[in-house]
């Protein structure tokens, strides 16, 4: 039997109660019987048991070795597997509704909505890298208090992009308050300092030339960017396309390389330099789609790991 997944399941039961809700009686629930993943890079637990107690994991183990506490409630996942909630670093909310994409789109209930269905696929944490309306910071505080059912939100504020460069009007519809889009080195430091107030979690600047049909952010803004977001205690996020710019942004300190590079194969000593921790990054031609989210400055790690899906 194929396994499927019980994460949207142990999340639903996970989560505390919102705000508005009224407080519940103790409940235990006990997953028994299936394969558990619990993220600690470990070898699958088969026949393994998760405890839930007051929407709190409690204990994981071998089934014949956790006891089942007095009046639980037991849900048998024979020929499942349970694992963590999941979690996506480059995503973005608001933006899309059916087939349609633009402002129009940045409402309470859309995003909500896709909150509650990133839940319901396990993602239990969201990464909205850019391109929010000033609503994002009211809905971030909601999520962190789940005041709604659904993913906690965590992300970028508006974004820093270029005057009639990237992100691309055209594709993205954006409203002027989805975007700073600066053309001196002042206005992107100001940019920043007015994400810092609305306390953001990062920064991300767009480096792209869109396969060259657009202007590309220069060096002395998204240095001044890097710059003001760092000494304002946060991380920025570079969106690029090349490497040429790839390696440019990262000389001049990013943090997150936000996608993979995409024109040409990626050299091995691309991420190292003198006092850094070396990062093999394997060549575009080997993957179908390179994530790098790792990167290593100065003996300090800045980012996660590389992850890639193997080219066929």
Not at 46 to 75: F, M, T, Y
Not at 210 to 239: N, T
Request: glycine fraction near 12%; aromatic fraction near 4%.
């Amino acid at each position: 039997m194929r396994s499927r997944c019980l994460t949207a399941a142990l999340l639903a039961l996970a989560l505390p109660l919102s705000a508005s809700a009224a407080p519940a009686a103790s409940r235990t629930v006990v997953f028994q019987g299936g394969t558990v993943l619990d993220g600690s890079g470990g070898q699958p637990l088969e026949g393994g048991s998760v405890v839930v107690r007051d929407g709190k994991i409690v204990s994981v183990g071998l089934a014949i070795n956790v006891k089942v506490p007095k009046g639980a409630e037991v849900i048998d996942f024979k020929g499942q597997t349970l694992l963590p909630g999941l979690i996506s670093d480059h995503s973005h909310v608001g933006q899309t509704s059916g087939t349609t994409m633009g402002s129009q789109n940045y409402t309470r209930e859309n995003v909500e909505k896709q909150l509650r269905q990133f839940a319901a696929y396990g993602v239990t944490t969201v990464t909205a890298l850019g391109m929010n309306r000033p609503l994002f910071n009211e809905l971030r505080k909601e999520a962190h208090a789940d005041s709604f059912t659904g993913a906690d939100l965590f992300g970028a504020g508006q974004g820093i992009g270029v005057p009639e460069g990237g992100p691309p009007q055209a594709m993205t519809n954006s409203a002027p308050d989805q975007l700073f889009r600066p053309t001196t080195v002042e206005e992107a430091r100001a940019a920043v300092r007015t994400l810092a107030k609305n306390r953001v979690d990062l920064v991300k600047v767009w480096v792209d030339t869109f396969l060259g049909k657009l202007p590309k952010m220069k060096p002395d803004i998204y240095k001044a960017v890097i710059d003001e977001s760092h000494k304002q205690g946060l991380r920025v996020a570079a969106h690029i396309h090349d490497l040429e710019d790839a390696k440019a942004v990262v000389d001049a300190g990013v943090d997150i390389i936000a996608h993979g590079v995409r024109d040409q194969p990626v050299d091995a000593a691309f991420g190292t330099d003198s006092g850094t921790t070396p990062l093999r990054i394997p060549g575009y031609a080997e993957h179908r789609e390179l994530n790098i989210t790792g990167v290593w400055r100065q003996g300090r790690k800045v980012a996660g790991k590389l992850t890639g899906a193997p080219a066929p």
